[in-house]
């Protein structure tokens, strides 16, 4: 440590913190010194936020209020100490803070040139957990693979695995289980292949089906042993959206972006590994002809003749119609088992007089 003046806080106070009264240092950071070289403010790693270069489309709501108003609420952070506990500086004197809540406040106030308040305290990491749970439901909601890293850290502090209905219970805000699993998939993804989420420009944009989509892509490739090939992709000039001629994004797509341009990263990646969905036809489902398919699903009423149900799915002319409430009678009235009826025979008489039409 050099003799260099320790940078001050503002003010010094108690504060009450996740239903806890707690120590903490306020601090007033000018935009110079948010953009020295010098680094001193940087994520949690209990924090689930993701940044990259292009936090501003993702912040953009974000940073036209901060430019109009600047930083409404403080950010709270705690303190980076050595093994005894002493606040660690950096050369420059000034102290460094891992921030627990406030990451996007914090990208915002760099770009849009404004201060950048931060409450900081000595959180351990049950209590810094605790004041992200909290953010979490009151700020804008986790991406996908947000809450993926989020439920990794949860489970990290209940030292065990936890199963979705858990996670939903220990969250502490709303998400439902098919959320949650949808997580995870992200989270397996970005832990075996990172490349296939940097070529996404705004994490915060990609949902449930492109998770599914990429998941999809990179079961098929491995497959068919072109998960390499897909790799290398991911890292090529065609995902450079700033920097080359090449890119599958254009500066005009990137400044209106939305969820839909996902659709043309994931087509993109498609075509190079050539996938193919393969479809599989529901084990219930019956094609009697290009006109007539049925499906026997499970019956949801309580019935006594049977357990399950006919659904049936019919593009047909009025005759043609007749002649199917016609035959389906037959089939479902009382009297069916009579010597009268020839099922057999009347199925055959059936499908003639469609076929006929």
Known sequence: MTNTTQHQPKALFSKKIVNKSMKVMLYDFSSEQLKTEEVFIEADSLNPRIKNEYDQLSNEDLEQQILRNGQISDAIGRFVTDEAGVIQYNENGMPLISILDGLRRFSSCVRMNRNYSIIVGFFNDIEAQEIIN???????????????????????SQTRLLDNKEIVQLLGYEKSRQAVSSARKALWIHRQYPTLFNIFPVASLVGKSTINKVNELVKFAQDSHQIEKLIEFSKSSAFEYNDSDDSILSPNDLIEFDSKKNKVITNALAERVGFIKVTTKKSGDIEVNKHVSFSVKENTKSSPRSQHTIVIEADLKDEERVLTE????????????????????????????????
């Open 326 to 357: 016609r035959f389906l009678k037959i089939l479902t009235e009382s009297n069916q088992d009579s010597s009268e009826y020839d099922i057999t025979e009347q199925f055959e008489l059936f499908l003639r007089r469609i076929e006929r039409n």
């Open 134 to 156: 909290s953010a979490v439901n009151s700020q804008q909601d986790l991406s996908n693979l947000e809450l993926g890293f989020h439920i990794d850290n949860i489970e990290q």
